[in-house]
């Protein structure tokens, strides 16, 4: 049985530069020749993005409200079996979790599922603030998690300054310290960072930043206090009998590029293991769709900065349209759920044809229309009934069809609303969805491909 050395980075608040430091860490790391595999607590998609450029291979989300407890516990053992040290980066602030109000899918509590020791990343740039955001920190956990802090934005004289104050009041090291980066960090917009691609230079910055820590971060502490708490786990093999086979044989075509590139990995390795073989394809580039396929996915991203590019494509559009009248099983979520409507509104008025697979016109709401985890009751996925679905939603973009068949329910205020358009072969609308949660709707998907395989076969 292998031991998995492992941390948490969070921050007492949101904008204390968690994930750029986390990148610079990962970076590091890599350098120092260890195989390093990182996640990201909760639903956020943009953040494993800039860990995968970083490390190369995926990163992947730890949520217990949408994955449970037990599975997503399962998720960080299957993923780190195979590397020597874990990176987990946290969702907002230590403490917030669902709803604003509990610990539930919090990086506090996933760093108690997990048993990680926390390192807090604290922003730094307010001489006095640093200090008593982490006695706020330390005075409200419940059990001892926090076992060290980093200080970012901020200088060596500083630092030193405050390395002081820290340790006269607390019983906790501190790490070292990142100062401002020469390079511009990444930029941000409404829905967080911009994705890596949109991001100039963004291999010269993580090389940058993975050189600073190296030189002004302990890694070496960080590695011994990974190692103190590691967590003993099997090497996990994948095993295909293990799972449901219903996807043995199909293509799936998978929207991958620009204006689609929101993934939940597990989402498409759960799809692989139960058989199905991934097809990606570009909407933007592409004109048409992949051959021979028995399926369509139309993931998020964002289509309304490349709306008269989708509109443009005009034989794609129409393919994906015809594919749809005929039948061809499709889930959307969020972006591609708008593409398959009739028009978009950017933000600076224009309106721009899309596919007409459905009735619908997005439109910028001004403000996050959604936001937060949700449940889906009632309803079925192509015409099968799976249980309550756990999902999140995150959006500026509103449609004037949202969909009617399934009741969403906020899991604190109970707030609740109608959405999803859900037929037995189409299954979209704006909730994203952790298939690991549950597994009946990669399932029922994989079986309604698999059925209009065999009617078409027949054809």
């Known amino acids: 049985m292998k031991q998995i050395p492992g941390i948490l980075l969070s ?8 994930t750029m430091v986390t990148c610079g860490i990962l970076k590091a790391l890599q350098s120092m020749g260890f195989s390093v595999a990182a996640f990201k607590c909760g639903p956020d998609y943009i953040d494993p993005m800039f860990h995968a450029q970083v490390l190369g291979k995926n990163s992947y989300n730890l ?8 599975k997503m516990s399962a998720c960080y053992i299957k993923h780190a079996a195979g590397a020597d040290f874990a990176v987990v980066e946290g969702v907002m602030g230590f403490y917030d979790g669902v709803g604003g109000t509990t610990l539930k899918a919090s990086s506090y509590e996933t760093a108690m599922l997990l048993g990680l020791p926390v390192v807090l990343v604290v922003d730094a740039r307010e001489d006095r603030t640093p200090v008593e955001e982490i006695r706020s920190v330390l005075k409200a956990q419940e059990k001892k998690c926090v076992s060290g802090v980093i200080l970012n934005r901020v200088g060596a004289d500083g630092y030193v300054k405050l390395r002081q104050s820290i340790k006269s009041e607390f019983s906790i090291p501190v790490f070292g310290y990142v100062p401002e980066q020469e ?3 990444p930029e941000s917009r409404y829905l967080g960072l911009k994705i890596p691609s949109e991001n100039g230079d963004f291999s ?7 050189a600073q820590i190296e030189d002004t971060v302990d890694l070496n502490g960080l590695v011994a206090l990974g190692e103190s708490r590691a967590l003993p786990v ?6 295909e009998a293990s799972m449901a086979a219903g996807g043995a044989g199909l293509r799936i075509a998978l929207a991958r590029d620009e204006a689609f590139c929101f993934f939940y ?25 992949p051959e021979d396929i028995d399926g369509l996915l139309l993931y998020g991203g964002y289509p309304e900065l490349h709306a008269q590019t989708l509109s443009e494509n005009k034989s794609m559009r129409r393919e994906i349209r015809e594919a749809l009248k005929g039948g061809l099983p499709c889930m959307a979520e969020c972006g591609g759920f708008m593409y398959l409507q009739e028009e978009i509104k950017t933000r600076e008025g224009k309106n721009f044809v899309l596919c007409g697979a459905m009735p619908g016109v997005s439109a910028d709401a001004g403000h996050l229309t959604r936001f937060g985890y ?3 009751r009632g309803g079925s996925v192509f015409s099968q009934s799976v249980g309550e679905i756990r999902a999140h939603e995150y959006h500026y973009w509103d449609s004037s069809v949202c969909g009617e068949d399934f009741l969403a329910v906020k899991p604190v205020s109970g707030k609740r609303w109608r959405c999803m358009i859900s037929t037995p072969s189409i299954f979209a609308g704006y909730p994203h969805i952790n298939y690991i949660g549950n597994e009946g709707v990669a399932e029922a998907y994989l079986t309604a491909c698999r059925r209009r395989k065999e009617r078409h076969g027949a054809g």
Not at 204 to 210: L, R
Not at 234 to 239: A, G, H, L, R, S
């Open 265 to 289: 990995e597990d989402n498409l390795r759960l799809l692989r293991e139960m058989g199905a073989e991934i097809v990606p394809f570009s909407p933007l580039a592409d004109p048409y769709l």
């Open 11 to 18: 921050a007492p608040k949101s904008g204390s530069g968690k």
């Open 183 to 185: 390079i511009p960090m």
């Open 63 to 70: 949520d217990s409200f949408l994955c449970g407890e037990e």
């Open 204 to 210: 010269a910055w993580a090389d940058q930043m993975g």
């Open 374 to 376: 949700l449940t889906l």
């Open 234 to 239: 099997k090497n996990v093999k994948e095993d």
